[in-house]
Nanobody, 118 residues
C-alpha cells in the first residue's frame, strides 16, 4: 500500500490550498482516511478524518476552514484548506488504517509541505 500526498506549497495567509492523497495497492472505499500535520518542533497532530460512509471529523483548530472529502473511484482523499493561517504551516500527511476495523493508522504518505506566509 502506498499513499502519495500532493498539493502543498507556499500561500499567503487567508489563501487556500487543496491537498490530494492518492492511494495505490488497496481500494480505500471501505476504509477511514485521515490527514495529520506536523509543524517544526511539535508533535504530529490530527487534522481531519473521513469514514467509509462519508462521516467527517475535524480538529477544533481547523473546523469551519478545512474540508475533507473522498473520491473512491479515483482512490483519492482530499483536504480543502481555506482561510489559511500562519499556524497552519506544517508538513501534512495522509494516513490509512491497516484493516477496516483498526483504530490506529498503519500506512502513511510521505508528506507535503504547506507554508503560510504573512
Amino acid at each position: 500500500v502506498q499513499l502519495q500526498a500532493s498539493g502543498g506549497g507556499l500561500v499567503q495567509a487567508g489563501g487556500s490550498l487543496r491537498l490530494s492523497c492518492a492511494a495505490s495497492g488497496r481500494a480505500i472505499s471501505s476504509y477511514r482516511m485521515g490527514w495529520f500535520r506536523q509543524a517544526p518542533g511539535r508533535e504530529r497532530e490530527f487534522v481531519a478524518a473521513i469514514g467509509a460512509t462519508g462521516t467527517t471529523r475535524y480538529a477544533d483548530s481547523v473546523k469551519g476552514r478545512f474540508t475533507i472529502s473522498r473520491d473512491n473511484a479515483k482512490n483519492t482523499v482530499y483536504l480543502q484548506m481555506n482561510s489559511l493561517k500562519l499556524e497552519d504551516t506544517a508538513v501534512y500527511y495522509c494516513a490509512l488504517p491497516r484493516t477496516s476495523v483498526s483504530v490506529e493508522y498503519g500506512y502513511w504518505g510521505q508528506g507535503t509541505q504547506v507554508t503560510v506566509s504573512s
